[in-house]
């Protein structure tokens, strides 16, 4: 028997994605989202949901592997080119680094500035609003070669710039690596 695609046979809807689903941690709040962008920038910018709908969406389709030993395959990732974002702030001339921070209080990445030029604010995926379970309102989408699972910031919170490194403040591999004992 054929079932159409995204249903089981036994009529339970399928997940819409093979990513897996992790709970959603209590400082989480889509509803009070917005994106800040801070830092050594000329303008430091606050940005709800309604105020990004005015930037131009791009898609990028792409596996995802986790560190843990599973991936995703095909994911199409639908959102903003974070570089577009970073042009409204204005970035000092001297600005190298970028931190990335999220609704999930400490969870924060480190990236050279020109990697997350380059990098997705995803706000759909295949097809539809990205869902909380999986960092929506916007999740980061690195696609450079240096992208790692835990690079894929969820529920994105702010961008900030600086001169200098933020070494410091970079707990994302921390944080997933000692997911795997
Ligand atoms: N804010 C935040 N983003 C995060 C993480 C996290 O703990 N907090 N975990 C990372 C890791 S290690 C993985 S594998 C993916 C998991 O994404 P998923 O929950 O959609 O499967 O999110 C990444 N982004
Ligand atoms: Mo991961």
Known sequence: MCAPTGFSVG??????TDLRTHPVPDAVDAEAWALRVTGAVDRSLRLSAAALESFPLETVTDDFACAEGWVADGLAWRGIRVGDILERAGPSAEAEYALV???DGDYACSFPL??????????????EPLPVDHGGPARLVPTGPD??????????????IGETP???ADTAKETALSRLE
């Open 114 to 127: 020109e990697a997350l030029s380059d990098a997705i604010l995803a706000v759909e995926l295949d097809g």
């Open 101 to 103: 921070r999220a609704m």
């Open 11 to 16: 009529g339970v809807p399928a997940p819409v």
């Open 147 to 160: 992208r790692d699972c835990w690079t894929s910031v969820k529920w994105v919170s702010e961008i900030r």
């Open 166 to 168: 933020f070494s410091d």
